[in-house]
């Protein structure tokens, strides 16, 4: 009976207000027999006459004035409550870790997401720099970042980067004293910057490719690093050879700074991924994140 009573008293404040079935029949979106056959219905209910009806107008009876002065500002008030839970979901609020490498994070992620935090001010985002290949269910993570070849089974899987390859490179200083290597498997004589993979527990294995063959290199030298901007400015510096993304070491190489080397051993593959479990896709805040963090091959 409460639900009855709400939907037509607010019929009764409408048709009170403009003084007409008619207009009020076209305001709510109902015929004007269906909304004179609801206010009798309440009027029945109550046990009072709400409305005067003459041939040219409709007018509150003292009864009808009393319940208008009270009732009609409580319906109001529900009206801003719930138009207030519209608005707080329209903010976009949330709070969300993801786990990345620099990487990615330089180049991909913080050039999307800087104009994302900047229109929705209540969308938080922690970013956890990690080279390991981590469980974000168990470290509650909403989300990670991994190039395509490492994602994990059973989670959906976004691409925000376009394909990628890394590259052999050392200072031309280091190339003239040492000599240019012929063939992945001369690194070993050679001193190299290694990278340190957490959930690999030893160093990364350089990987290359030609004709189909595939080969993975341990190489060795005086430096090893845990994230790949050290790797480059030792290269850079003229300790040895590093195995880079070639898009941080372009500017270096047309300089003349570095000097690229295997490039024909050195084959684009698939870039990095965003990845989150099925759950995720739930939050209208992350879908937002996601589709702001989505790699798009005509920009």
């Known amino acids: 009976m409460l639900r009855e009573n709400i939907t037509d008293l607010m019929s009764f404040v409408v048709v009170a207000r403009v003084g007409s079935f008619t207009h009020a029949a076209a305001q709510i979106g109902v015929s004007q027999s269906a909304l004179s056959h609801a206010i009798r219905g309440l009027e029945s209910r109550l046990g009072v006459r709400l409305l005067t009806r003459t041939t040219r107008s409709v007018a509150p009876t003292s009864e009808g004035e009393r319940v208008l002065s009270r009732i009609a500002p409580l319906l109001s008030q529900i009206e801003e409550e719930l138009q207030g839970v519209i608005d707080m979901r329209d903010q976009l609020a949330g709070s969300f870790r993801i786990t990345t490498s620099d990487h990615a994070a330089d180049t991909l992620i913080w050039p999307r997401l800087a104009p994302l935090l900047q229109q929705y001010p209540d969308l938080k985002v922690e970013l956890v720099n990690d080279y390991g290949l981590t469980d974000i269910v168990a470290e509650k993570f909403d989300a990670g970042v991994r190039l395509g070849e490492h994602l994990s089974d059973g989670m959906i899987a976004v691409r925000i980067g376009p394909d990628m390859r890394f590259l052999p490179v050392a200072s031309p200083e280091y190339l003239d004293r040492h000599g240019i290597p012929d063939h992945p498997q001369a690194l070993t004589e050679y001193s190299c910057i290694n990278l340190r993979l957490p959930t690999h527990g030893g160093v990364y294995a350089w990987e290359f490719e030609k004709y189909g063959r595939e080969l993975k290199v341990r190489v060795d030298g005086q430096l090893t690093f845990n994230n790949i901007y050290p790797v480059i400015r030792a290269a850079l510096d003229g300790y040895g050879l590093a195995y880079v993304p070639e898009d941080l070491v372009e500017e270096p190489i047309k300089q003349g700074r570095l ?34 963090l989505q790699y798009d091959p005509g920009q």
């Open 259 to 292: 000097r690229a080397v295997l490039e024909d051993w050195c084959p684009p593959s698939a870039g990095y991924f965003l990845y989150y479990p099925h759950r995720r896709q739930d939050s209208r805040a992350f879908r937002v994140l996601v589709d702001a």
